[in-house]
Every structure is written in C-alpha cells, then in structure tokens.
C-alpha cells in the first residue's frame, strides 16, 4: 500500500472528493489542491511516528560488536525511540542500562532489538504494514490531524475516538490466556 492510497481514504472522509476524482483520471492537482495534499503528508507522518512510539513499536532486531561495554545509539542504522534486548553470540539476553545517547552493556553484545522512529515518506513512498495497521487505522488517524489542522475540532474528535479504539484493538493481546492453578487450602 502506498501513501497515496491512504490519503485517497483520507479525502473520502474528510470531503476532498475532487482530489481523489483528479488522481484517478490522472488529471493534475490546483495550487490549492497540491497544498492540502502537502499538509495530509505531513500529518501522515505524524501520526506514523505517534503509532510508533506511543502504541505499538516498531521493532528491528540488529548486529553489533560492542567490546567496550558501550553502545552509541549513533552507531545503529534507525532512530532509537527504546532498547528491548541485548544479546550475546549464544543469544543469551545481556544486562543493561539505558542513557539519553548510549547503553552501557554488561558483556559482549552481538544483536540488539530496539524500537525506532520510522522515516518520513512522500507521496508515492509504500508504507510498511505491521502488526495489523492497515489503511482504513492510518486515514483515521491522518483524517484527525488533517481536520484539527484546517480548524475543525469538533469534527476531528469523531476520527480520533476512531483513531484510538483501533488502536487499541490492535494493541491487545491475542492468543491464550492462561489463569494460575486452584489451589485448596
């Protein structure tokens, strides 16, 4: 799925039909057009960094070679929002303590799981689906930011009250739920 794709629901539930008439007979956009299109984008990637580091991280598990004890997050290739887990060569989880620019390792760190900020995307960029986000819980949330930012309050808490209980569906645990044994006393 493309960013253009989500914004395509997103003027569908914000009113801005031409857009999405013009963008399917290939027709070019007005100034003013193009403008609200520039702010969607925005809003677009506020709201993915919001998913990522409010709800649900992003994870990406990488190699390192930390020796000295010390991991710069400089040194790894996203934007850190939180480490998880060190490991070692055996995979075995390392100790650690997180700091502002670096975590202090006890041992030899060979993978680190971290979560990041995702990048900012443009128009025609595709967007990673994980963890179940798909178009219909990204235009909710691009439809609130969209709406607040054009001076429509009211109108904007109906998306994000949406927005969230997606959200939130998304974010709760699946699968079985074990409840500890009876016990009689």
């Known amino acids: 799925m493309t960013l253009k794709d989500i914004l395509k629901l997103v ?3 914000v ?17 003013k057009q193009s403008e609200k299109v520039g702010r969607m984008v925005k809003c677009f990637n506020l709201v ?36 998880y887990q ?6 075995r989880s390392l100790e650690f303590r997180n700091f502002p620019n670096y975590v202090e390792v006890k041992g030899v ?10 990048d900012e995307l443009g128009l025609n960029d595709n967007v990673p689906t994980a963890r ?18 054009e001076g429509f309050g009211s109108d904007a808490e109906i998306w994000e009250e949406r927005f969230k209980e997606s959200l939130f569906v998304l974010s ?3 699968g079985e739920h074990r409840l500890p044994k009876r016990r009689f006393i």
Do not use: H
């Open 11 to 13: 003027c569908e539930f």
């Open 15 to 31: 009113n801005e039909k031409e857009i999405v008439s013009k963008w399917e007979n290939n027709e070019s956009l007005t100034t």
């Open 48 to 83: 993915n960094q919001e998913i990522a580091s409010d709800f649900l991280p992003f994870l990406f598990e990488e190699a390192v070679n930390v020796t000295n004890g010390v991991l710069s997050y400089s040194t790894l290739t996203k934007n850190v929002i939180n480490i």
């Open 86 to 91: 060190l490991k070692d060569s055996l995979g």
């Open 109 to 118: 760190a060979k993978k680190v799981i971290y979560s990041f900020l995702p």
């Open 132 to 149: 179940g986000l798909t178009a219909r819980v990204y235009a909710y949330g691009v439809a609130c930011e969209y709406l607040l930012l």
């Open 172 to 174: 709760r645990k699946r």
